[in-house]
């Protein structure tokens, strides 16, 4: 399995990010790497987005753009428009 689909998906929806993106991958620490590194994007003033996984109580938590929540509406539309894209 692969990314195909992703890249298809992101390709019908014209998005090329012109930012940097940074995944954080490994068994322990994930979670902390995330925090401290928003926390580092904030304080130098930058606009930081951050999706973590899994969720405690609600889907929100794990989608921030600048430290706060996505609100329902905007992640209900974001689903919406990934969804017309895939078809």
């Not at 899994?54 to 921030?64: A, D, G, K, S, T």
């Amino acid at each position: 399995m692969g990314l195909d689909r992703v890249v298809e998906v992101r390709d019908r929806m014209g998005l090329q990010p012109s930012f940097p993106i940074i995944s954080v991958g490994g068994t322990n620490g994930k979670g902390s790497t995330c925090a401290i590194l928003e926390a580092i994007y904030k304080c130098a003033g930058y606009k930081s987005g951050l999706y973590s996984s899994p969720h405690l109580v609600r889907y929100n938590e794990r989608v921030r753009v600048n430290g706060q929540e996505v609100k329902d509406e905007e992640l209900v539309g974001a689903f919406e428009r990934i969804d017309a894209a895939r078809g």
